[in-house]
C-alpha cells in the first residue's frame, strides 16, 4: 500500500494525558500537512511541513500542540494536557508541491482521539 | 467566519438521477477550487478541480460549475450511483494561482443515492 497510512486509527485517553500520532507519507512526497475534523465540520487546517521545516503553523495549534517532521518523511503531532475539547479526527496529507501549481493532497484514514 | 460555506448538510437522490452539491465562497481572490469525497472510516480523496479561468470542468459523471460573479461554484453528478453516497467537500487552497498552500473547506454536504 502507498498511500498516506496514520497511526494509531484510534486513541482513547483521558485528560491531561500527552497523546502522539503518526503519519507516515506517500513516498517522495515534499509536503506534509495536518487537519483537525470536529463532528459537522469539514477538516480544519493545522499546520504543514516542507520537507524538515514547518513553514505555516494555524492559530488553531495551541502552545499544547506540537508536530515534527525530522527526517522530512514521517511526521508525529503531540498534544499534552488534553482537554476534551481535543477530541477529534486529526487527518495527515501529503503532496509533491511545485511552486505556482495545485497538486493534489492525499489524505490519510485518520487518527481518532476521544479525550475523556 | 466561514470563508467556503456548503449550506446543505444533506442530500437524497434516487439513483439515476442528477444530484447538485452547492458551494459558496467569500472572498473574490480564491482562484482555484476542489471537491473532495469522503467515506466513513477514509479520508477526504481528491474528486475534481476548477480554475477561475474556467466555468466548467467534466470528468466523466463528474461536472463542476463555477460562477465568479456569484462567488458559487456547483457539483454535478449524472447519472447518480448508490456508490456515490458519501460526504462530498468543497476546498479552496490558500495562495494564489492554485499554488500549494493548506486547503480551506466547507462543512460538506452527505449525499445518499437510494437504488
Known amino acids: 500500500d502507498t498511500g498516506v497510512s496514520q497511526d494509531p486509527r484510534h486513541k482513547i485517553t483521558k485528560r491531561g494525558q500527552n497523546v502522539t500520532f503518526r503519519c507516515d507519507p506517500i513516498?517522495?512526497?515534499?509536503?506534509l500537512y495536518w487537519y483537525r475534523q470536529t463532528l459537522g465540520q469539514g477538516p480544519e487546517f493545522l499546520t504543514y511541513f516542507q520537507n524538515e521545516a514547518q513553514l505555516e503553523k494555524s492559530r488553531l495549534l495551541s502552545d499544547r500542540f506540537s508536530a515534527e517532521r525530522p527526517k522530512g518523511s514521517f511526521s508525529t503531532l503531540e498534544i499534552q494536557r488534553t482537554e476534551q475539547g481535543d477530541s477529534a479526527m486529526y487527518l495527515c496529507?501529503?503532496?509533491?508541491?511545485?511552486?505556482?501549481?495545485?497538486?493534489?493532497?492525499?489524505f490519510g484514514p485518520g487518527t481518532r482521539l476521544t479525550v475523556l | 467566519d466561514q470563508q467556503v460555506k456548503q449550506n446543505s448538510p444533506s442530500l437524497s437522490v434516487q439513483e439515476g438521477r442528477i444530484s447538485i452539491l452547492n458551494c459558496d465562497y467569500t472572498?473574490?481572490?480564491?482562484?482555484?477550487f476542489l471537491w473532495y469525497k469522503k467515506y466513513p472510516a477514509e479520508g477526504p480523496t481528491f474528486l475534481i478541480s476548477i480554475s477561475s479561468i474556467k466555468d466548467k470542468n467534466e470528468d466523466g459523471r463528474f461536472t463542476v460549475f463555477l460562477n465568479k460573479s456569484a462567488k458559487h461554484l456547483s457539483l454535478h453528478i449524472v447519472p447518480s450511483q448508490p456508490g456515490d453516497s458519501a460526504v462530498y467537500f468543497c476546498a479552496t487552497p490558500t495562495g494564489s494561482g492554485g499554488s500549494q498552500g493548506n486547503l480551506i473547506f466547507g462543512k460538506g454536504t452527505k449525499l445518499s443515492v437510494k437504488p
Open positions: 496529507a501529503s503532496s509533491f508541491g511545485l511552486a505556482g501549481a495545485w497538486n493534489e493532497q492525499f
Open positions: 472572498n473574490s481572490m480564491f482562484d482555484y
Open positions: 513516498s517522495e512526497h515534499n509536503r
